[in-house]
Nanobody, 115 residues
Framework: QVQLVESGGGLVQPGGSLSLSCAAS????????MGWYRQVPGKQREMVAT???????NYADFAKGRFTISRDSAKNTVYLQMNSLKLEDTAVYYC?????????WGQGAQVTVSA
């Protein structure tokens, strides 16, 4: 079992920045790929960014150049730094990982971009 707890969501103006954190209950070095996904009501959950244990990253096209994913094994935490936020980035952001063939999700963090 793995528990993931997101924090750092909130309200930000267009063009602003926000950082999300995801604390894992197990050492991130024992986990598989970790990632951030987001979901808007009525739409499917979509991948934002992923990071492997070796630090290789993958970003959705909308996130490239604006978002940065990172992981700190010492703190068992994965981060998502979001810059130049747009109205369409408003969503619930979820942390995700795999452990022994099972997928785990955090409870979600609301990010609202509004003027």
């Amino acid at each position: 079992q793995v528990q993931l707890v997101e924090s750092g969501g909130g309200l930000v103006q267009p063009g602003g920045s926000l950082s999300l954190s995801c604390a894992a209950s197990r050492s991130t070095s024992s986990l598989g790929i970790m990632g951030w996904y987001r979901q808007v009501p009525g739409k499917q959950r979509e991948m934002v960014a992923t990071i492997t244990g070796g630090g290789s990253t993958n970003y959705a096209d909308f996130a490239k150049g604006r978002f940065t994913i990172s992981r700190d094994s010492a703190k068992n935490t994965v981060y998502l730094q979001m810059n130049s936020l747009k109205l369409e980035d408003t969503a619930v952001y979820y942390c995700n990982t795999w452990y022994w063939g099972s997928q785990y999700w955090g409870q979600g963090a609301q990010v609202t971009v509004s003027a």
